[in-house]
């Protein structure tokens, strides 16, 4: 079974804080994303990643970064986190292509 | 742009009670559709991905049909059960590349 971990399920920090949230897959897949969840606004997607130290911009890229240097591991970065990014984080990854995406459990980051 | 709808917001049935989730979609130039199952606080789970070239997928008491030409999916699930109960939300590529246009979700819950 695919499986895709995120570092922790919750997480309360501090305005003005660095935030790292980090997702690992066992699969070997190429393509990981980071999403994020919120009430009537549904999923939306952050950044993507289709190979190591490959990015490309979702279509809420504001406020975040990504790192991507292993191919297991894709990492969110909030270089200063503020209160309107408190949120659920949802990280997924896939095989190269329009595939079937898999998802981790999610992390309900509250900024503070 | 890919739009995705999946109307109504929530549904309430009786326990046994066949019932019929609905997904549609703008664009019917489609690789795939995905169907996914989410629990309160929780992540995705993968239910069933159906191919554009296919006009049904089947996992146990679940169906999934694509009528692509009519922008249309729809997820059958039978016999329902109280654990039957949970959000359920239906995605699309959009295009060649791997990144999901997702519907708002459909949350049911399921009467003992």
């Known amino acids: 079974d695919v499986k895709v971990t995120q570092s922790s399920r919750y997480l309360v920090k501090r305005t003005g804080e660095k935030v790292f949230l980090e997702c690992v897959q066992d699969m070997d897949h190429e393509n990981m994303f980071w999403y994020r969840q919120d009430p009537g606004l549904g999923l939306r997607l952050i950044y993507f990643s289709y190979d190591v130290k490959m990015k490309e911009k979702g279509d809420i890229p504001e406020g975040y970064s990504v790192s991507r240097e292993k191919k297991e591991r894709f990492s969110l970065i909030l270089e200063s986190a503020s209160t309107n990014q408190t949120s659920m984080y949802l990280c997924?990854?896939?095989?190269?292509?329009?595939?079937?995406?898999?998802f981790g459990p999610g992390t309900r980051l509250t900024v503070l | 742009k890919q739009e995705v709808t999946q109307i109504p917001a929530a549904l309430s049935v009786p326990e046994g009670e066949n019932l019929v989730l609905n997904c549609s979609f703008t664009d019917s130039a489609i690789y795939n559709l995905q169907w996914f199952r989410q629990d309160p606080g929780k992540g995705l789970t993968s239910l069933l991905l159906i191919q554009s070239s296919q006009r049904e997928q089947t996992s146990g008491r679940l169906n999934a049909s694509l009528d692509k030409s009519s922008g249309r999916s729809t997820l059958y699930i039978a016999a329902s059960q109280p654990g039957d109960s949970a959000t359920y939300l239906c995605a699309v590529p959009a295009g060649a590349n791997s990144k999901l246009t997702f519907g708002k979700g459909i949350t049911l819950s399921v009467r003992p």
């Open positions: 997924a990854s896939s095989l190269r292509g329009p595939n079937e995406q898999f």
